[in-house]
């Protein structure tokens, strides 16, 4: 009797025992055939290079003794087996509980497969592994983005008017990359004190001293990073901080409301750029004035009483003006890859508004849109943003 051939597809790239177990169950359903996400397509579809090669994990794979034969897959995205189905032609497609979509289903319809859906259960006796789970013995400190009011906390910026920055503590759920506008300055010197996770400590108060550690007298390029940064990493959720010709704000208040920090996910999203190149400076040619930091402090306040009424119209135009702002005090900030990106995506009609998560000059581009899910659906690159709950 000829077996039925299955086939099964993954990144596979921190192997572990749920992998094999995966491989062990779909093969009791015939002779098991292994698609395997390229290098390019990983980096371009998780926003992250792989931790080994594709050749390695093909060398892996292929090893697993479940396994009859595998292939590296030439398409890209979240269908990246296509090409290899035409090569193994399989009678089944089975998926893992959290791998399966419409979409595979409808690919099996079309093809004639049997489409199985396993359930994520550990072997016998060992512990339930997956590949979210390793990555957390890896750094959990957040970032942070820039909601409005980029640059008050510059002191030769708040001279002309106070205002507010605002702020959303982000968890790592994604590659932060260097140089990319998600403070990874202030972030490496926090990983140098604690590597892993932030203190059990007040937020505000683990703010200041990392603030203090990064600003320490003897600096040698005689820099002073922004508060903002330090304030956006340590307190959780939404914060907004206000400045008046000093680097640390007068008075912070904070929001941890799910209704709110929920609905912020839901609309706001980000790009992947280009890194801000070496040498790049943002504040070349900077023209800062009265009347343009006066428009900053006011988008700034309007921004949050938007978020806080979850007014997505009004929330998005203050938003844009907030960068408008920016870019009319500092406008290198749209230098290289930037206004290109900017041209290409606000031209999308589920787009509403965007700017720069930090100081600019490339990294990532925030979007404002009507539903993060159905953007994300058709453009396979964006970045969706798990705010920092409560707590550390």
Same mark, same amino acid.
């Given at each position: 009797?000829?077996?039925? @051939? ?14 094999v177990?995966?491989f062990?169950q779909a &093969?009791? #359903?015939?002779? $098991? #055939?292994?698609g395997?996400?390229?290098?390019k397509?990983?980096?371009?579809y998780k926003?992250h290079?792989? +931790?080994y090669s594709?050749?390695?994990? $093909?060398f892996?794979?292929?090893s697993?003794?479940?396994v009859?034969d !595998?292939f590296?897959?030439?398409?890209s995205g979240i269908?990246d087996?296509l =090409?290899? $189905?035409?090569?193994v032609?399989p009678?089944?497609?089975?998926v893992?509980?959290?791998g ?6 409808k ?5 004639g497969m049997?489409?199985?859906m396993l ?5 016998e006796?060992?512990t339930?592994?997956?590949s /979210?789970?390793? @990555?957390?013995?890896t750094?959990q ?11 008050i906390?510059?002191p030769?910026?708040?001279q #002309?008017? %106070?205002?507010?920055?605002? /702020?959303?503590s982000i968890? %790592?759920?994604?590659e932060?990359?260097?140089?990319c506008?998600l403070?990874?300055s /202030?972030?490496n010197m926090?990983r140098?004190?604690?590597?892993y ?5 007040d =937020?505000e108060? $683990?703010a200041?001293l990392v603030?203090c550690f990064?600003?320490? %007298?003897?600096?040698?390029d ?9 304030i956006?990493?340590c307190?959780p959720g *939404?914060?907004?901080?206000y400045?008046?010709?000093?680097f640390? =704000?007068?008075k912070i208040e ?5 209704? +709110? ?11 992947p750029m280009e890194?801000r190149?070496?040498?790049?400076s943002?504040?070349?040619g900077k023209?800062?004035?009265e ?7 006011d ?5 949050w009483?938007?978020?806080m &009424?979850c007014?997505?119209?009004?929330f ?8 408008d702002a ?5 406008p !290198?900030m ?8 900017i041209?290409?995506?606000? !031209?999308l009609p589920?787009v ?5 998560p930090?100081?600019?000059g490339?990294? #990532?581009l ?5 539903d *993060?899910?159905?953007? &994300? ?8 943003l798990?705010i ?5």
């Amino acid at each position: 009797m000829v077996k039925k @051939k299955v086939f099964v597809s993954g990144c596979y790239d921190l192997l572990h025992s749920g992998h094999v177990e995966f491989f062990r169950q779909a &093969a009791e #359903y015939g002779d $098991l #055939y292994v698609g395997i996400g390229s290098d390019k397509t990983i980096e371009g579809y998780k926003h992250h290079k792989t +931790v080994y090669s594709e050749q390695e994990r $093909l060398f892996m794979v292929k090893s697993i003794r479940y396994v009859k034969d !595998a292939f590296i897959n030439a398409g890209s995205g979240i269908l990246d087996f296509l =090409p290899t $189905l035409d090569i193994v032609h399989p009678d089944i497609l089975v998926v893992n509980s959290d791998g399966g979509s419409e979409e595979k289903r409808k690919v099996c319809e079309e093809r004639g497969m049997e489409y199985v859906m396993l359930s994520r259960d550990p072997h016998e006796g060992l512990t339930a592994r997956s590949s /979210t789970d390793l @990555k957390k013995t890896t750094s959990q400190i957040p970032t942070r983005i820039d909601i409005a009011g980029t640059w008050i906390d510059q002191p030769y910026v708040s001279q #002309y008017a %106070p205002g507010w920055a605002i /702020t959303a503590s982000i968890e %790592p759920t994604f590659e932060i990359r260097e140089r990319c506008g998600l403070s990874t300055s /202030t972030r490496n010197m926090i990983r140098r004190i604690w590597p892993y996770q932030l203190p059990n400590m007040d =937020p505000e108060t $683990l703010a200041r001293l990392v603030f203090c550690f990064e600003n320490h %007298p003897e600096r040698e390029d005689g820099i002073i990073s922004g508060a903002q940064d330090a304030i956006g990493i340590c307190i959780p959720g *939404v914060c907004r901080h206000y400045y008046d010709n000093h680097f640390w =704000p007068l008075k912070i208040e904070t929001c941890q409301d799910d209704k +709110v920090l929920n609905w912020l996910e839901h609309h706001l999203c980000m790009i992947p750029m280009e890194p801000r190149r070496a040498g790049c400076s943002v504040v070349e040619g900077k023209d800062v004035t009265e009347p343009k930091v006066k428009a900053l402090a006011d988008a700034a306040s309007r921004c949050w009483e938007a978020l806080m &009424a979850c007014d997505l119209e009004a929330f998005a135009k203050a938003f844009k003006d907030s960068f408008d702002a920016q870019v009319a005090m500092f406008p !290198a900030m749209i230098q290289g890859c930037v206004q290109p990106t900017i041209d290409q995506y606000s !031209a999308l009609p589920n787009v509403l508004a965007w700017k720069m998560p930090g100081a600019g000059g490339g990294g #990532y581009l925030i979007l404002v849109v009507n539903d *993060v899910d159905v953007f &994300a659906a058709v453009h396979p690159e964006t970045i969706k943003l798990t705010i920092r709950r409560g707590g550390l």
